[in-house]
C-alpha cells in the first residue's frame, strides 16, 4: 500500500511483534482485524511479520481498532516513524523487560543464532541459579520477571537446535554465585552439547592473536527470508545493527574467530575437567566443615 515500509527492519520486526501481541490480546483473529480496517488479511499477516510497516495513517486506524491508546500507542507510532532507519539503539523508558520481549521475538523467527560470550554464560544456555546471580543488581520484582523471560526464552531456542555459542575459556573458571552454581551451570552446557540442543565451542584462555570476542559480547541472528541482525547488549537495554555494511564487517571477523576455537568434543572435554575440579572442590569443602563441626 502507499506509504507502506518495505525494509524488513529491526523497528518493522518490533512493530510487527507488537500488532500481533495486540491483536490477541482483543481476541481478534488476523482475517478479523483486516475485516475491521478495510484491508486484506495478507497484508495484516505481512505488517506482523515485518515484512512490511504500515503507513503511519493505516497504523493509527489498526491500533484504534485494536484498543491500543495512550503510552502503548505512543510507542507503537513511534517504531513505524523509525521503521526506516538502518540500526536500532533502545532504551529503557517501557521497562527493561520489553526489551527482552522484542529479542524473544528475533530468537523465534531465526533459523540460526550465533552467539559469542567473552564475559559470561550466553543467556539461551543459563541455569536458573546462574540467571539469577547474574541479574541480582534488579529489583525484587524485575529480576523476577527477568528470569523467568530468561528461562523461556531457552526453552524456545534450545528445542530448536539452532544455537551457536562460543564462550571463552575464562568463562569457566568465573564462578559467579559460587562453585556450586558454576559446576551446576558447566554441567548443563555439557548436557545440552552432548543431547545436539545447541553448538557449544569453548575459545582458549591467551590468544595470541586478536579475534572479535575481544571487542566484546554479540549475537548474530540470521532469517531464512531477511537480512541478518547483530544484536549488542549494553545495561539498560540492547542495540540492534541491521545495516548490512556493519553486519557484514561483523560476520567476517567471525570467520577468524571461528578458526581460533577449540572443536566441539575438545570443548565438551575442557568442561567435563573443569566440571571434576569444580566436583572435587564442593566434596573437599564439605567435608573440611564437617571435620570442623
Not at 572435554?269 to 566440571?275: D, F, G, N, R
Request: glycine share 8%.
Amino acid at each position: 500500500m502507499s506509504g507502506d515500509v518495505e525494509r524488513h527492519s529491526p523497528q518493522a520486526r518490533l512493530l510487527g511483534a507488537e500488532l500481533r501481541e495486540l491483536r490477541k490480546e482483543a481476541g481478534m483473529t488476523v482475517r478479523e482485524l483486516a475485516k475491521r480496517v478495510d484491508l486484506g488479511h495478507a497484508a495484516v499477516s505481512r505488517y506482523e511479520t515485518g515484512v512490511r510497516s504500515p503507513a503511519r495513517e493505516l497504523l493509527a486506524r489498526i491500533l484504534t481498532a485494536l484498543g491500543a491508546s495512550g503510552e502503548r500507542y505512543e510507542e507503537m507510532m513511534e517504531l513505524q516513524r523509525r521503521a526506516s532507519e538502518p540500526n536500532l539503539i533502545a532504551d529503557s523508558r517501557s521497562g527493561l523487560h520489553k526489551h527482552l520481549l522484542n529479542l524473544a521475538e528475533f530468537e523465534r523467527t531465526a533459523n540460526h543464532i550465533v552467539h559469542v560470550a567473552p564475559m559470561v554464560i550466553p543467556g539461551p544456555l543459563q541455569t536458573r541459579d546462574y540467571a539469577e546471580q547474574i541479574m541480582s543488581g534488579l529489583t525484587g520484582e524485575e529480576r523476577e520477571l527477568r528470569v523467568e523471560l530468561r528461562m523461556a526464552r531457552s526453552n524456545e531456542v534450545l528445542v530448536s537446535g539452532k544455537l551457536d555459542a562460543i564462550i571463552c575459556e575464562g568463562v569457566l573458571h568465573d564462578d559467579i554465585g559460587g562453585p556450586q552454581v558454576l559446576n551446576e551451570q558447566i554441567k548443563h552446557l555439557i548436557a545440552t552439547a552432548r543431547n545436539q540442543q545447541a553448538r557449544i565451542r569453548i575459545l582458549p584462555s591467551r590468544m595470541q592473536r586478536w579475534t572479535l570476542a575481544h571487542n566484546g559480547s554479540f549475537v548474530l541472528f540470521e532469517f531464512p527470508k531477511a537480512s541478518p541482525i547483530v544484536h549488542l547488549e549494553h545495561y539498560r537495554g540492547p542495540a540492534f545493527i541491521y545495516d548490512q555494511k556493519d553486519v557484514e564487517a561483523y560476520r567476517k571477523a567471525l570467520t577468524t574467530l571461528t578458526d581460533s576455537v577449540m572443536s566441539e568434543g575438545e570443548s565438551v572435554e575442557l568442561m567435563a575437567a573443569v566440571a571434576a575440579r569444580l566436583e572435587g572442590s564442593i566434596q573437599h569443602d564439605g567435608s573440611k566443615g564437617l571435620e570442623e563441626v
